[in-house]
C-alpha cells in the first residue's frame, strides 16, 4: 500500500497543484507475528528491596522522604523512579529513570513501540524518543498500589537521562501516594 499523501503547499506566488507529499510516520507496516525484544533482567542492586530511601527537600528546606515506585514492561521489572517532580492540581508526577540494565535505552524503547505499533516520535540521529502512551507499563508503588491516570508517557535521550510521565492520577489516589507533592503546591501557594 502506498504511504499517504497530503497536497503540497503551494508556492509563494504560484498557485496550489496537484503534486503530494508522502507522510512521515513511524508506524510499521503490519506484521502478522510480532516479537517482542527481550527485556534484560535488572541487575540486583537496582531492584526496590535493595535500593536506600532517597531523601530530597520540599520548600521549605525540609527533608522528605521519597517512595520508590517500580516500573514493569510486560510485568518484568525494567527500573525504578521516585518521582521526584509533579503537578499536583492536574494529577501529574514524573520522575527520572535510568535503565542501568538496558545498554542502549533509546534503540530498546524504540523497538518496543515499534514491534507493538505504539506511536512515538524521535530524532534517531541525537537518539531522542517520546512515546505515546505504553498499554503494557505498570507502576508499582511500594505498598503494592499501581498507579493509573490517563496514561504514561517515557521521553529523553542516551546521551542525557529518560523520563516517565504520569498524567491525569485521579484524587484522592493522588493525595494519599503522593502526599509530599500536595503539601509541597499548598505551602508554595500559602
Known amino acids: 500500500m502506498p504511504p499517504k499523501t497530503q ?16 507522510r512521515k510516520h513511524h508506524l510499521p507496516p503490519t506484521n502478522p507475528s510480532p516479537t517482542i525484544p527481550p527485556i534484560p533482567k535488572p541487575h540486583p542492586a ?24 517500580q516500573i514493569f514492561l510486560d510485568n518484568q521489572l525494567i ?4 518521582f521526584e517532580h509533579a503537578d499536583a492540581p492536574m494529577g501529574v508526577v514524573f520522575g527520572q529513570i535510568t535503565f542501568p540494565a538496558i545498554e542502549a535505552p533509546y534503540d530498546f524503547i524504540k523497538s518496543y513501540c515499534t514491534t ?16 505515546q502512551t505504553i498499554p503494557s507499563l505498570k507502576v508499582i508503588s511500594e505498598r503494592g498500589q499501581e498507579i493509573n491516570g490517563l496514561g504514561n508517557q517515557i521521553s529523553g535521550m ?9 498524567p491525569g492520577i485521579p484524587y484522592p489516589l493522588f493525595a494519599e501516594e503522593f502526599p509530599h507533592h500536595v503539601n509541597a503546591d499548598k505551602e508554595r501557594f500559602s
Open 79 to 82: 527500573e525504578t523512579t521516585t
Open 158 to 166: 542516551d546521551s542525557d537521562s529518560f523520563e516517565l510521565t504520569i
Open 116 to 131: 507493538n505499533k505504539i506511536p512515538f516520535d524521535d530524532f534517531p540521529t541525537e537518539k531522542v524518543i517520546s512515546t
Open 7 to 22: 497536497p503540497a503547499k503551494p508556492a509563494q506566488g504560484g498557485r496550489g497543484g496537484s503534486a503530494t507529499v508522502p
Open 46 to 69: 537496582h531492584i526496590n528491596a535493595f535500593l536506600p530511601i532517597l531523601p530530597y527537600q520540599n520548600l521549605n528546606n525540609q527533608a522528605v522522604e521519597a517512595r520508590i515506585y
